[in-house]
């Protein structure tokens, strides 16, 4: 049963454009969800992350927007740039700790 | 560097070899997580520890594989008898936050396993 459910598998945007990731989860009992990028051969960085107490969150050309209702979350990046390409996975966590990941989305942004 | 370190970095072995990795979390983090990821998958988890208290175990971690953190500090994760499915990467992370909710976990560069 796969928990959080990402879309889409792959992503293709030009430079200063706008690229938007989602994620759906089943577990209401998640309360944590961050959003990780990772580099071919690197391990996931942290992006940014959002509690269910607020609807939107951002951190420079970074936002996440969280629907509790609908169990959907999304990431939006404004300004793309060629350095932001890469393999971004959201992710739930709850009060057992451990993080169950989205299968990941390739962004390519092109210049 | 004062991040999550993990080695090696790279191991390939021959089907039926026992592998070690070691991770070095970063300092005082109390809690360590191992995490396994396949090509175009994302990372899933297989255990962790709080302290030296391994306190779960994903169903995915067979009787083949066996992870320590003694003293509370680094952690090692041991597969014996290696299958050729388990070729992965292993990535390993560390949190601390004395509180009962899910916490930032920051992410070591990863072991990346080859079993022929």
């Known amino acids: 049963q796969q928990q959080v459910k990402q879309s889409p598998q792959s992503l293709i945007v030009q430079k200063g454009g706008i690229s938007i990731i989602n994620c759906a989860y089943e577990n209401t009992a998640f309360d944590y969800f961050p959003w990780y990028q990772q580099f071919p051969g690197k391990g996931p960085a942290l992006l940014i992350a959002i509690r269910p107490d607020v609807s939107e969150k951002k951190e420079g050309r970074f936002t ?16 793309s740039q060629p350095g932001d390409s890469a393999t971004y996975f959201c992710a739930a966590g709850g009060s057992n700790y451990k993080l169950t990941f989205g299968k990941g989305t390739l962004l390519t942004v092109n210049p | 560097d004062t991040g999550v370190s993990q080695d090696p970095r790279h191991k390939i072995t021959k089907r039926g070899q026992n592998v070690t ?29 709080q302290n030296e208290a391994q306190l779960e175990k994903s169903r995915l971690l067979s009787d083949r594989f066996s992870a320590e953190r003694p003293k509370g500090s680094f952690s090692t994760l041991e597969i014996q008898r290696t299958e050729q499915g388990d070729s992965a990467m292993y990535l390993c992370a560390s949190s601390n936050r004395a509180s009962g909710r899910t916490d930032t976990q920051y992410f070591g560069p990863g072991t990346r396993l080859t079993v022929l």
């Open chain 1, 64 to 79: 996440i927007s969280f629907n509790k209702s609908a169990k959907q979350f999304s990431l939006h990046i404004m300004d």
């Open chain 2, 21 to 49: 990795f070691r991770c070095d979390p970063i300092s005082e983090h109390n809690r360590l997580y191992w995490y396994r990821q396949t090509l175009g998958q994302g990372p899933e988890f297989l255990t962790y520890f």
